[in-house]
């Protein structure tokens, strides 16, 4: 389920970034790319590991969405994304932001401490 919120976002900001300012585009606008990119194919391989593994990988997807958080506020106070796009991203955003942590914590609850 988080993964296809998670390109639900992805999906979101690709509209967006079709419409980045071209000054931008290739500076910050690539490095929220590539957060996302990174962000997605954390949580698609989280899904085929065990344990410590998948915590671990969980861990490097809220990362990498923590970046696209900071990079994507950044755009939007130099004013390369609109208020109302930059909100509806922000909210799909929080909601895989959410689902991550939930699981991560349920993982760890589940896993023995060692």
Do not use: H
Request: charged share 30%.
């Amino acid at each position: 389920m988080v993964l296809i919120k998670a390109k639900d976002a992805y999906s979101f900001w690709f509209k967006i970034f079709i419409d980045f300012p071209k000054t931008y585009r290739r500076t910050i606008g690539e490095k929220i790319e590539g957060y996302f990119l990174e962000l997605l194919e954390n949580i698609f391989a989280s899904q085929y590991l065990n344990g410590e593994k998948k915590i671990n990988r969980l861990m490097i997807a809220i990362s990498k969405l923590d970046g696209v958080k900071f990079f994507l506020q950044i755009s939007w106070e130099n004013k390369c994304i609109a208020n109302e796009k930059y909100l509806a991203l922000s909210s799909k955003i929080d909601e895989v932001g959410r689902m991550l942590g939930g699981w991560k914590k349920g993982l760890e609850n589940k896993t023995p401490q060692v």
